[in-house]
């Protein structure tokens, strides 16, 4: 069977959709063919697939399969077939052709990001990525999510801007477009890298997802979810497998989102923390660049779409049925809806990586491949930043929603779209936990390091301690928070002044980290505004430069002009 | 009759002109305009077909024989403006008959269209001839007739717009004639070819240099570029909206294409690049109109002016190619004449469409038309993304060759600058885009529907231009590559 590119069946269905207007279940059919029939045509691609052709004296390959993309394109099938299940109740006041159309172009221009086997295809889609899953943001319509939604398309364009620059310094310099290893070495390389950095969200260039993820619309943030930092993953882990540099920004990446998600209130804007902290992992599993490493990193990516994908809905389910996600004003929804529950908290368990589920099988690879290759001081520091994962994305999510002080809130379950596609997602999550060989057998690396064993002693031991551990400090930090006015009367102990220490600790570190992280933004953003007022005086409609000027004084620049000529021949 | 084809260039719009004045009739007078621009289109491209094969086409003027007598000359360089000048004079001219009747006073109209094709007749006279002083005889024919179409704008701004325009104009060309007079004086020859033989002997003279000097300054008034382009925001702004799309895709370009006839087939690269250090003059000048142009283009809020400005940036992209010295640099100011034409004239004919039903390019008065004008909107999007330069239009092949010559000279910062300019395009196409898409409709709900298809079909059929070109950019890239080398090696056999 012969296959076309993946991205032009996503492409021209969203064509489509804008006329199913006022047919919701021919739109409903429509949409859920799109990635069925995207899924059969990838599945007939074989490995070393190739589509090439001549431009301008360059060879281009918009379609490049190898075991790598070929991952990522199930993946993004995968997710992209849950994101629109969770997303065929949208009503006539949702917008829904708007975030239809936009949603599958978007998906779309994932695919062709991932096959794309030159840097000017990948810049296309790069761009497009950003311009298709705007819409998801401004779909929302409050002036707020406008405003983060302008926020966000601004970074991503630069982004694309950025990798641009690179790919012509590097094409220049090797006389080639093709997208493969690269050292981190010179503008190029750096400029790209830079440009793979604002979309995978290293620190610093982070601000982006916590400003805008949350601000979309209930069902965008679980496209939302899926795509950008996956691609910017890829592209990592296509580009600067083994670049050393990656498993520290991997580290902190992983850490530093922590502080933020425990004192954050909005659920939502947690999951983004949570998402950085993840992002994590991968980037440390490929900066660490050894078959195991790669392989970890990539499943991880796999993973992570379905537990936080699963975890974005079933927020998304909250806030679609009572309209909040802010931690102070749920509670007790565990009453009213028991399944919304359930399947969270089998999120919660994959993303804490319980044995059984999911994250275990792929998060333990990264953690191996970390001792393997001697990086004795990561591996405590990313040991840490799991267990912080398990306080704010394990536990905070669900107990805060479900369970915790009652708010009084009572609804129904969501419609029955939603509860399928998180049901999908739970059991894609267990099964990957239960049965690993599924992922392990379409990793990129096949060989010794696919057969990488997840359920040994020592693993399982570690991580169960981990948990107990992490579950403990969790419960007695809770004991504290939540009732503060029983602590003046209990007993000043020992283990009660370790315990009040530790979350002391926790809170000052948290406040430094984003003191610092305030004060250096608003540094920025002062320098830019002061910038702009600059520009605005000499550029704006009243500025030197913008004025209306009368015929003489345009002829005194004629004579200066002609004069400094003739100066400069003559002397 | 083929052998006539150089000399009927200038002669069709040049007869019909007269015929427009004396009929006296607006509907007859549109249809010889529209003929003869065609006509004027079919004579270039068989020009630029004949000179790709066969190579530089020389007509002497009257069988006198050149260098005494007149002579047209015809070589890869100037085939390819031709076929922009009129390229855009075919799209433009159908695309007059309705927004004139709307814009001119009536009675006015027949002497529009006469005003117009001198105009064009003047642009394609400049570019097919191969004698310095006739070049100055069709300068002056095509900026005269250009003064009286500005003036006939419909706001009284128009007419201190054209004078001023008059007045600036006035002093490029007579710059340009006392550098030619210069020229003459040293060498006793107008003809160009025979120049460029006779200059070599005389290089190190100062007349040579001063006139170098007045011709450079006289061009660079003509072209706008920065900081001598103070006469034209208002010139295309209060202009009729056609003739703010024929002149912003042609006038600029024509001027950019003396300025390469003389500097380099001329006096010759070697003389401008190596003895007058061309190159180091233009490269600041183009790099504060790119950056400095696109921020003004931001906080305008007419967006006719917005445009006007954004031209004078993209005039710094092409003086910014020459300023590089090479083969690639030159390709990407000859991709640019012909992709800017394309995108200015499709943006501009997008805003006059928007004149004619709303009776302003105020931002604020877009507000909401991207629902109540989807054509019109659409098409402007789609010219705005090439203004940009985003992949699939032709703003992105001229950015591609920019950056390509701005690498190959080593020069990082300039290719760096280019690509960060690209950002300031897209903020001052998006004011327009946020103002037509997310805003809602606040005028009467009987105005504003979408424009006639008498307009539409013509901008539409430039934005497509814009979008096949930029995906099929083998064949425009080849020729301008081809013109690039002409220019840079000299005259030809």
Redesign the interface.
Same mark, same amino acid.
């Given at each position: 069977m012969s296959s076309v590119p993946p991205f032009l069946i996503f492409l021209a269905g969203a064509l489509v959709v804008p006329f199913l207007r006022g047919m919701p279940v021919v739109r409903a059919a429509w949409l859920l063919m799109i990635p069925i029939v995207g899924a059969l045509n990838v599945m007939g691609i074989q490995e070393g697939y190739q589509l090439q052709f001549e431009f301008l004296g360059y060879t281009l390959t918009p379609v490049r399969a190898d075991r790598l993309s070929l991952l990522f394109g199930y993946l993004f099938h995968l997710g992209a077939f849950i994101s629109i299940v969770y997303s065929l109740h949208l009503k006539d006041g949702d917008r829904p052709t708007l975030q239809h159309t936009s949603a599958v172009v978007y998906a779309g221009s994932a695919l062709g990001a991932v096959f794309a086997g030159d840097f000017i295809t990948l810049f296309v889609f790069w761009e497009l990525l950003a311009v298709s899953s705007v819409f998801l943001i401004w779909a929302r319509r409050s002036p707020r999510a406008v405003r983060s939604g302008l926020r966000y398309l601004l970074v991503h364009v630069v982004s694309g801007v950025t990798l641009l620059a690179g790919a012509m310094v590097h094409a220049h310099q090797t006389g080639s477009l093709e997208f493969g290893l690269m050292e981190l070495e010179g503008l190029a390389a750096w400029l790209i890298f830079l440009a793979f950095g604002v979309k995978a969200a290293f620190p610093l260039l982070h601000s982006w997802l916590i400003d805008a993820y949350p601000e979309a619309t209930p069902t965008g943030t679980v496209f939302l979810c899926a795509f950008t930092t996956k691609v910017a993953v890829y592209a990592l882990a296509r580009g600067f497998a083994g670049t050393d540099i990656l498993i520290y920004v991997g580290a902190v990446m992983a850490c530093f989102p922590i502080f933020y998600a425990v004192i954050e209130n909005d659920l939502r804007r947690t999951l983004g923390y949570s998402m950085i902290n993840q992002i994590g992992f991968m980037v440390c599993g490929i900066g660490v660049g050894t078959h195991l490493a790669i392989n970890g990193a990539v499943s991880h990516a796999f993973n992570d779409v379905l537990f936080k994908g699963l975890l974005f809905m079933a927020m998304g389910a909250v806030m679609h049925m009572t309209g909040k996600t802010k931690a102070s004003e749920l509670g007790g929804l565990y009453k009213t809806m028991p399944k919304t529950a359930i399947l969270c908290i089998v999120g919660a368990l994959s993303i804490s990586a319980v044995p059984l589920f999911n994250a275990f099988v792929s998060k333990s690879m990264i953690m191996s491949a970390l001792l393997y290759e001697h990086h004795y001081w990561i591996w405590p520091v990313m040991l840490f930043a799991s267990a912080g994962v398990v306080e704010h994305a394990g536990i905070k999510i669900p107990y805060f929603a479900f369970f915790a002080h009652d708010s009084g809130i009572r609804t129904r379950e969501p419609p029955g779209n939603m509860l399928v596609a998180m049901g999908i997602a739970a059991a894609a999550c267990l099964a990957i936990g239960i049965w690993p060989d599924l992922l392990y057998g379409i990793l990129p690396h096949g060989g010794e390091a696919a057969e990488y064993e997840p359920y040994t002693y020592t693993h399982i031991l570690t991580q169960i301690q981990l948990l107990c551990f992490a579950i403990g400090a969790v419960a007695a930090f809770h004991l504290w928070k939540i009732y503060p006015a029983e602590i003046p009367s209990v007993n000043l102990d020992a283990d009660w002044v370790y315990r009040r220490a530790a979350v002391k600790v926790t809170r000052w570190t948290g406040a430094v980290v984003s003191g610092v992280d305030r004060a250096f933004r608003g540094t920025v953003l002062k320098t830019v505004d002061r910038t702009l007022r600059g520009a605005f005086r000499a550029h704006g409609p009243k500025g030197i430069l913008a004025r209306t000027w009368p015929a003489g004084s345009m002829v005194l620049w004629v004579s200066i002009l002609l004069a400094a000529f003739l100066f400069l021949q003559f002397f | 009759m083929s052998t006539h084809l150089p000399v009927l260039q200038v002669v069709v719009p040049l007869l019909a002109a007269p015929v427009c004045a004396l009929i006296r009739n607006a509907r007859a007078a549109a249809v010889i305009a529209v003929l003869a621009s065609w006509a004027t289109l079919a004579i270039a491209l068989s020009l630029l077909g004949d000179v790709m094969s066969a190579g530089v086409i020389s007509y002497a003027l009257g069988d006198w024989v050149p260098p005494i007598g007149i002579e047209y000359r015809v070589d890869i360089v100037n085939a390819w403006v031709l076929v922009i000048v009129s390229t855009i004079a075919s799209a433009v001219a159908p695309y007059m008959i309705t927004s004139v009747e709307d814009e001119v006073e009536r009675r006015r109209i027949p002497l529009f269209y006469a005003a117009y094709l001198l105009c064009l007749c003047g642009l394609l006279g400049i570019t097919v001839t191969g004698d310095v002083f006739n070049v100055f005889v069709f300068l002056e024919i095509s900026s005269l007739s250009a003064y009286a179409l500005i003036a006939m704008g419909t706001r009284r701004r128009a007419l201190t717009a054209a +004078? &001023?325009y008059l007045?600036?104009g006035s @002093? *490029?060309a007579t +710059?340009i004639v006392i550098g030619i007079g210069l020229l003459y004086v040293m060498t006793g020859s107008l003809n160009m070819a025979d120049l460029a033989v006779l200059l070599p002997e005389v290089w190190d003279s &100062?007349t040579v240099?001063?006139a170098y000097? +007045?011709l *450079? !300054?006289g061009f660079?008034?003509k072209l706008a570029l920065f %900081? /001598?382009h103070?006469?034209l %925001?208002?010139a295309y702004a209060f202009a009729p909206s056609a003739v703010t799309a024929f002149m912003a895709s042609t006038a600029t370009k024509v001027a950019v294409y003396m300025l390469l006839r003389f500097f380099l087939t001329i006096f010759g690269a070697p003389f401008s690049f190596g003895v007058?250090a061309l190159d180091r003059?233009l490269l600041p000048l183009a790099l504060v109109a790119i950056v =400095?142009?696109s921020? @003004?283009a931001?906080?305008?809020?007419d967006v006719k002016r917005l445009l006007a400005?954004s031209s004078v940036a993209q005039i710094g992209y092409m003086v910014l190619g020459l300023s590089f010295a090479s083969v690639t640099g030159l390709t990407a100011t000859l991709l640019h004449l012909f992709n800017h034409a394309l995108m200015k004239g499709a943006l501009f004919m997008a805003m006059g469409c928007v004149v004619y039903r709303i009776g302003s390019v105020h931002i604020d008065a877009m507000a909401g038309l991207g629902k109540r004008m989807p054509w019109t909107m659409a098409a402007f999007v789609l010219g705005g993304l090439s203004l940009v330069g !985003? %992949? /699939?239009t032709v703003g992105f092949?001229s950015k591609?060759f920019l950056?390509?010559g701005a690498?190959?000279r080593g020069w990082?910062p300039v290719? !760096?600058i280019v /690509?960060?300019a =690209? @950002?300031l395009a897209?903020v001052y196409v998006w004011r327009v885009v946020e103002a037509a898409y +997310?805003r809602p409709y606040e005028g009467d709900e009987g105005v504003g529907v979408e424009a006639p298809w008498r307009l539409l079909v013509p901008t539409w059929a430039l934005v497509g231009a814009n979008l096949y070109f930029g995906i099929n950019? @083998?064949r425009t890239?080849q020729v301008a590559e081809r013109a690039a080398e002409v220019l840079m090696t000299g005259v030809g056999p």
């Open positions: - | +004078f &001023r007045v600036m @002093v *490029g +710059f &100062r240099k001063v000097g +007045f *450079g !300054v660079c008034l %900081p /001598l103070l006469w %925001p208002n007058m003059v =400095s142009m921020l @003004v931001i906080f305008q809020v400005y !985003v %992949p /699939l092949v591609w950056i390509l690498l190959e990082w290719a !760096v /690509l960060l =690209s @950002v897209l +997310f950019a @083998v890239a």
